[in-house]
């Protein structure tokens, strides 16, 4: 079992950048592809971002591809999420997510709080 916490969510203006973090507890987190989502009221969770455990492969959708960019540390059991050119369509609670499969899955089964970012215009 993991814990996550995601850290650096605020407030940005249109066009600038944050940095989301999630810490997760445990030994093994180099064995869980790792994803960032978000949600807005009223709407489905969307999958951002994903990391697989192993090798290069990520995913994003066509939504912030460009934009986003998700890294892992290993060492520091830490999944990051660099947003540059934030739009205010990008408002949302984010949470990052871990499942311990290989590849890029869809679904997760342990999950963050969520942090909020918010992008005025």
């Known amino acids: 079992q993991v814990q996550l916490v995601e850290s650096g969510g605020g407030l940005v203006q249109a066009g600038g950048s944050l940095r989301l973090s999630c810490a997760a507890s445990?030994?093994?987190?180099?064995?869980?592809?790792m994803g960032w989502f978000r949600q807005t009221p009223g709407k489905e969770r969307e999958l951002v971002a994903a990391?697989?455990?192993?090798?290069?492969?990520?995913y994003y959708p066509d939504s912030v591809k460009g934009r986003f960019t998700i890294s892992r540390d290993n060492a520091k059991n830490t999944v990051y999420l660099q947003m540059n050119s934030l739009k205010p369509e990008d408002t949302a609670v984010y949470y990052c997510?871990?499942?311990?499969?290989?590849?890029?899955?869809?679904?997760?089964?342990?999950w963050g709080q969520g942090t909020q970012v918010t992008v005025s215009s």
């Open positions: 997510a871990a499942r311990a499969v290989n590849g890029l899955p869809r679904n997760y089964d342990y």
């Open positions: 445990g030994r093994t987190f180099s064995s869980y592809a």
């Open positions: 990391i697989a455990r192993s090798g290069p492969f990520q």
